[in-house]
C-alpha cells in the first residue's frame, strides 16, 4: 500500500518526466500579474497557474484544509507550502501542456526552496511586475472581484507579506541573473508591449554570409 510520501513522489517524478517549463510571474498583489497572464497565455500557449485561484478553489471545493487556507488568506498570510505545491503539481500534470506561469508563487524564501527540492523545477526566468503601493492598492480597491481579502486592512498586510518574504525570493532570483523585470506601474497594453519582448527576443536579422565577423572563429575559417 502506498504512503502520502509514495503518492507525493509518484506525482513528482511524473511531472519531472516530461521536463516542463516554468516562468515564475511574482510582483505585489494588484500588480497585473493575472491580467497579464491571461494576455501571455494568448499569444504564447503558456498555461496559466494562479497559485491564489488554485488555494482559492481548493477551499471552496470543501476539503480539509479549507477552513485554514481561508483563515490564512483573510490574515494575508502564506499558506504552508505543501498544500500549495500539490495543488501546483496536481494542476501541471492536469493540463498536458509543457510550458506553465506559475503566477504569485514562490511567496517566502521557504515556498521556493520546498518547491525546488520536491519537483527539482527550476524556473526558466522570473517575471517581475514592478508598481509602486499606491498604484497596487488603488487598483485592488476599484477591481471589485468580490475577493474577501480585497479590503484595505488585509491589503496593507498583504503588501507587509510582500515587501517582507516575497522581495527576497526575487533578490534570490536576480543573483542568479534570472529575473525579467517590469515597469508595471503604466496601462495594460503598454505593460505587455515589454512582456511580449520577453517571451519573443527580437534577434536582429543578419544577411546569410555577410555575418562572418560575428561567428566564432572555427566558423569563420570554415
Ligand atoms: N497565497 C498563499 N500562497 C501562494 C499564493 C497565495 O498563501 O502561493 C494566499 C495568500 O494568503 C495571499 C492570497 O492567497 O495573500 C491571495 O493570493 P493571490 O495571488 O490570489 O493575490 P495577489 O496578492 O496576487 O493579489
Ligand atoms: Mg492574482
Do not use: W
Not at 485561484?53 to 499558506?79: F, H, P, T, W, Y
Not at 480597491?141 to 484595505?152: H, P, S
Amino acid at each position: 500500500m502506498g504512503t502520502a510520501n509514495d503518492s507525493s513522489k509518484d506525482i513528482s517524478d511524473r511531472l519531472a518526466e516530461k521536463h516542463p517549463k516554468v516562468v515564475f510571474v511574482l510582483g505585489g498583489p494588484g500588480s497585473g500579474k493575472g491580467t497579464q497572464c491571461e494576455k501571455i497565455v494568448q499569444h504564447f500557449g503558456y498555461t496559466h497557474l494562479s497559485a491564489g485561484d488554485l488555494l482559492r478553489a481548493e477551499k471552496n471545493s470543501g476539503s480539509e484544509n479549507g477552513i485554514m487556507i481561508q483563515n490564512m488568506m483573510n490574515e494575508g498570510k502564506i499558506v504552508p507550502s505543501e498544500v500549495t505545491i500539490k495543488l501546483l503539481q496536481k494542476a501541471m500534470l492536469d493540463s498536458g501542456n509543457d510550458k506553465f506561469l506559475i503566477d504569485g508563487f514562490p511567496r517566502n524564501e521557504e515556498n521556493r526552496a520546498a518547491f525546488e527540492a520536491l519537483t527539482k523545477i527550476e524556473p526558466e526566468f522570473v517575471l517581475y511586475f514592478n508598481c509602486p503601493e499606491k498604484e497596487m492598492e488603488r487598483r485592488i480597491l476599484n477591481r471589485n472581484q468580490g475577493r474577501e481579502d480585497d479590503n484595505i486592512e488585509t491589503i496593507r498586510k498583504r503588501f507587509k507579506v510582500f515587501l517582507e518574504s516575497s522581495l527576497p525570493v526575487i533578490e534570490y532570483y536576480k543573483g542568479k541573473g534570472k529575473v525579467r523585470e517590469i515597469d508595471a506601474a503604466k496601462p495594460v497594453e503598454e505593460v505587455f508591449k515589454e512582456v511580449k519582448d520577453i517571451f519573443n527576443p527580437k534577434v536582429p536579422k543578419v544577411p546569410k554570409d555577410e555575418n562572418v565577423e560575428g561567428r566564432c572563429m572555427c566558423c569563420a575559417i570554415l
